[in-house]
Each structure stands twice: as C-alpha cells, then as structure tokens.
C-alpha cells in the first residue's frame, strides 16, 4: 500500500483531517506512543512497506515512521522502532533487497525511534545520530509524559555522530542529516534525501494533532516552531515529507501544521499577559479546533504553558 500525498487545504480542513487522524489512529494527543508500549502484543504487529519515490521507502508498524533506501551500497534505515520487531523490519527490507543495513540514522532518542538500535548494532550497523541524543541514550531519561527510558547497552548508542550537520554520499543519493536546533528534543535530526527531494522529519512534524514535545529533554514549543520555520525554507512545494509517524505529506501539511503551533502559542501568551492560573488558562481552550477536550490536550497545554510561566 502506497502512501498518499495531501494537497492544500483550509484550515478548516486541516483541522478535520488531524481530528480524523486522532480518532483512526492515535486516541491522545500527548505521547501515543507510551501507551504503545505499555500494551503491546509485538507478534500481533504487521510491518506495512510503503514506496515514496525511486529507491526509497518507509516501514510503517509500531513507533516512528522507518525511512528506508537501498541500492549497490547497502541499506540506511532513519529509526528503528522496537527491539521486538527487528525480525519483522528485517524482513520486510530483504523483500526491498538482500543486502544488509549498513548505516542506523536516529531522527532523536525517543525508544520508539532507537529501540532496535541494540539488534541493528549487534548485527554490524553504524548507529548515527545528532551528538544530544546520543548523550540523552547513554544514561536513563524521564520524558515529560513521565515515561522512564533505559540507558542503552554500548552495542546500541550512536558511534558517529554530529552537531549540525553531515553528509552522506550512499546509492547515489547525497544525504544530508541537519540540527535544526531543539525542538521535539533537543537532538533531532532532519534528514534530506537531496536528489530525491524527499525529507523525513523525525517527530519534530508529526501528523497526530498535538505533537508530543519533550520538556524534559530539552524540547520546548518555540523550538519546535522554529524548527518547523528552518525545515520549511529548506523544501518546497515538490518535497516529499516523511513525518515521524503518520501519512506522507508535503510542504503545505508542514506549513498547516505550524500555523497550529503558532496560534497555540499565542493563545498561551495571551492567558500569560493575563496573569491567568493554570486552570483559567484551561477554561480559555486555547486549543480549541485542534484538538478534542480532555485530559491528555489538558497536559499539553500545562506542559507548554509552564514554558511561559
């Protein structure tokens, strides 16, 4: 099954479509990806191979989006979801091609991008990631949904690494992984795929509503805003987006999704200049339209107004 590119729409639309989104897929708009783990039947996951242009491709199954691209030099997969589904990734590239993964990129160090990181290791894949991840893998970290993640095994964590840039030159493809700054975390990668002309963004652009932001480790809103406002000057309207999780997309869905953003964020500075308390700022629902009432938009919207506090 192939994944399907959006066009423009109002931001009416878009607000149905990320409401759509929510309901089909992913239930909350904190960090869907922690309830994930704390239910999962691993053998009941299917890894779905989607084709995006040319030699590349993503791997949709549990966690963050796998981008792929083979040729004569080998395999580089960006993230690698669950160390349980290694088998299942594997085995969906060795229908792509019989050669083994060479290169791991992490878009960030969330365990639903690097879980597989130890498997990949073991079995002789470079692990790349932005120098702040591997930091954040190589002790244990509380993300800001109160999730606990382990410190990961040596075989696992990162052994190249950058600080705002690199470049590979791999199945005659140029790759550029870029530091937009924190945002998501403060380790994420965006990764180009510059002859192609297709993008994958790790989660500082997901297609759920509200994207998750890690406070804890160094993500923030206005980071992640302006994050968004670097990956958007350096795509156009041609660009094939690869987002941290959900459907194929382009540069107006990133464009939309900013415009959220951005409208959140002065929603919260407005209750800020009004000196309203946290649960006055709730009453205000500063994210009305965008996401549905509840607890987990309610957590949302605490965690990023103490950014303002």
């Not at 994944?3 to 909350?28: I, P």
């Not at 669950?82 to 878009?107: C, H, M, Q, R, Y």
């Not at 509503?209 to 160094?218: A, E, R, T």
């Amino acid at each position: 099954m192939h994944g399907t590119l959006c066009g423009r729409a109002s931001k009416n639309n878009y607000k149905d479509d990320m409401m759509k989104n929510l309901l089909a897929a992913f239930v909350t708009c904190t960090f869907c990806v922690t309830l994930q783990l704390q239910a999962q039947d691993f053998d009941n996951i299917e890894i779905a191979t989607h084709h995006v242009k040319g030699n590349i491709y993503y791997l949709e199954g549990s966690g963050g989006n796998i981008g792929v691209i083979v040729g004569d030099d080998g395999v580089l997969i960006v993230d690698d979801q669950f160390g349980p589904l290694t088998n299942k990734i594997e085995a969906a590239i060795t229908d792509l091609t019989k050669l083994p993964v060479t290169f791991v990129v992490n878009s960030h160090f969330h365990y639903d991008h690097t879980d597989g990181n130890e498997n990949f290791g073991r079995a002789g894949a470079f692990i790349v990631a932005q120098e702040n991840a591997r930091r954040r893998m190589e002790s244990a970290q509380v993300l800001a949904s109160g999730y606990s993640q382990r410190r990961y095994d040596e075989v696992g964590l990162p052994k190249i690494t950058f600080f705002d840039a690199m470049r590979f030159y791999f199945n005659d493809e140029p790759i550029e992984i870029v530091y937009n700054g924190p945002g998501h975390t403060d380790g994420d990668a965006q990764i180009f795929f510059l002859e192609s002309n297709v993008v994958h963004t790790g989660d500082m652009f997901v297609r759920y509503v509200l994207p998750f932001i890690d406070q804890n480790n160094g993500g923030s809103l206005d980071g992640m805003i302006k994050a968004t406002d670097r990956l958007a000057s350096k795509i156009n309207d041609e660009t094939i987006i690869i987002p941290g999780h959900g459907q194929l997309s382009n540069r107006d869905d990133l464009l939309n999704y900013r415009e959220m953003l951005v409208t959140i964020r002065g929603n919260l500075v407005r209750a800020k200049v009004e000196n309203l308390s946290p649960s006055e700022m709730l009453d205000t629902e500063p994210a009305d339209g965008f996401a549905p009432t509840g607890d987990g938009t309610d957590a949302w919207l605490l965690r990023a107004y103490d950014e303002y506090r």
